[in-house]
Nanobody, 124 residues
Framework: QVQLVESGGGSVQAGGSLRLSCVAS????????VGWFRQAPGKEREFVAG????????DYAESWKGRFTISRDNAKNTVDLQMNSLKPEDTAVYYC?????????????????WGQGTQVTVSS
């Protein structure tokens, strides 16, 4: 079992940046691949970015490639999502999720552990 807590969300104008952080409760967090997902109102939850348990492999959904960067620090049990050049369509609740395997995948149901989410609102 691993508990995840996100932070760093907020309101920002278009073109701005936010850095989301996901902190895990478990010391063996380095055994888990982590994904960041988002859910906009009325939409399904979708994959944004993922990182392997070592941090050596990252994956991004096409919509956010080049603007968002995922990174992890296993010594601190954290996975961050740096979001730059934000757009109004980036507005959503962002979730981090963990799965006890080596690499991230894009399917939400493959992740058994989820945080509570953090709201990101981008105004034009």
């Amino acid at each position: 079992q691993v508990q995840l807590v996100e932070s760093g969300g907020g309101s920002v104008q278009a073109g701005g940046s936010l850095r989301l952080s996901c902190v895990a409760s478990r010391r063996t967090f380095s055994n888990y691949a982590v994904g960041w997902f988002r859910q906009a109102p009325g939409k399904e939850r979708e994959f944004v970015a993922g990182v392997s348990r070592s941090g050596g492999i990252t994956d991004y959904a096409e919509s956010w490639k080049g603007r968002f960067t995922i990174s992890r620090d296993n010594a601190k049990n954290t996975v961050d999502l740096q979001m730059n050049s934000l757009k109004p369509e980036d507005t959503a609740v962002y979730y981090c999720a963990a799965r006890p395997t080596g690499v991230p995948v894009t399917t939400p149901r493959e992740y058994p552990y989820w945080g509570q989410g953090t709201q990101v609102t981008v105004s034009s």
